[in-house]
């Protein structure tokens, strides 16, 4: 939720809003500026009678004439601050191509800032890094995610040749792409497969061929986060561990990743509680990271998995 500290700043943002989306719906704004669905009207009614042609009414979203445009907004200092650190992460989270255009966008955005802006966020570049990931994308595929999202508004299929962990060689799919994420350093793309004739998912980086079709989509898909939400509900088996107090800070990243739910302190050691969907391979491989630091609570089939493992490790020394 957004604090806007007076109407009048209020209905200056619901107009810019209005002015960089097609359909803007009345409940969105609501919960945006933490107000009620009257106020909002009262507000779109008030853009309305200064002249400013609102299409649309309440229960269906609204839009702006097509055409009418106010002259070049202003920023704030902090505004034009935040561009800074969204072209640094454009720049190392993109590909080449994608970049490019966001660049030459900024170019653009630039253009019309104030003197004083304009120096700051050149001091600004210099002293805001981000480092270059090893992971991402196919350096010989430079223009896949651009490609990807341009597939996704056309609704066209893609060809791609796509090379799994468990292949030696790519194999043709091709698919209908609902959507991309980017998830623990990489993107992915969730789609439909003709190929398993089921939704699937394909990261970026293990594409090596890419090329978008003529073919239009066969049919009509959820949205991304429908379909992530649906995947995400997985069955899960309760975890209790037992870690030093002096260990526990350093897992803090790494216990996101395994269903991670709650912490009490006990003297010099910490429980943690878990929803994992794997107590056979992730979860034990994880926990082996500080087990030396650590007891398992429950269950008896996580003790059993670590035995298992570090057994087969055992074998491999000697």
């Known amino acids: 939720m957004e604090q806007i500290p007076n109407r009048f700043d209020r209905i200056v943002a619901i107009l810019i809003q209005l002015q960089s989306r097609k359909i803007v719906k009345a409940r969105d704004l609501a919960e945006r500026f933490g107000v009620t669905l009257r106020t909002i009207y009262r507000d779109i009614k008030t853009l309305d009678s200064a002249g400013v042609p609102i299409i649309g009414e309440a229960g269906s979203g609204y839009s702006i004439m097509e055409g009418y445009r106010l002259p070049p907004v202003m920023f704030s200092r902090e505004e034009a601050g935040s561009f800074v650190a969204a072209e640094k992460l454009m720049e190392k989270f993109t590909d080449p191509l994608m970049n490019s255009h966001f660049t030459k966008a900024m170019y653009k955005i630039k253009s019309v ?4 802006e304009k120096n700051m966020i050149a001091y600004l570049e210099e002293q805001i890094d981000i480092t270059d990931s090893p992971y991402g994308f196919n350096k010989d595929l430079p223009h896949a995610l651009q490609h990807v999202t341009e597939s996704m508004s056309v609704g066209c299929q893609l060809l791609l040749h796509y090379k799994s962990p468990a292949s030696d060689e790519p194999v043709e799919r091709k698919i209908e792409v609902i959507g991309i994420f980017h998830e623990n350093q990489f993107w992915y793309i969730y789609a439909w497969c003709h190929l398993r004739q089921d939704y699937r998912q394909f990261r970026i980086d293990r594409i090596t061929q890419l090329t978008i079709t ?9 949205s991304l986060q429908q379909l992530r939400n649906k995947n995400n ?3 899960t088996t309760r975890v ?8 526990a800070p350093y897992l803090h990243f790494g216990r ?5 739910l709650s912490e009490n302190t006990c003297g010099d050691m910490v429980e943690m509680a878990f929803d994992s969907p794997d107590v056979e391979m992730s979860f034990p491989r994880w926990y082996m990271m500080f087990a030396d630091h650590a007891q398992i ?3 008896a089939s996580l ?3 670590v035995r298992r493992i570090l057994d087969q490790a055992l074998e491999k020394l000697n």
């Not at 800032?113 to 004083?116: A, E, F």
């Not at 003529?214 to 959820?222: L, N, S, V």
């Not at 209790?240 to 260990?247: A, G, H, L, N």
């Open 113 to 116: 800032l104030r003197t004083d």
């Open 214 to 222: 003529d073919i239009p989509f066969t049919r009509k898909h959820p």
């Open 233 to 235: 509900k997985t069955e």
């Open 240 to 247: 209790r561990i037992k870690v030093k107090k002096s260990v």
């Open 256 to 260: 996101n990743y395994h269903g991670f």
């Open 297 to 299: 609570l429950e269950p």
């Open 303 to 305: 003790k059993f998995s």
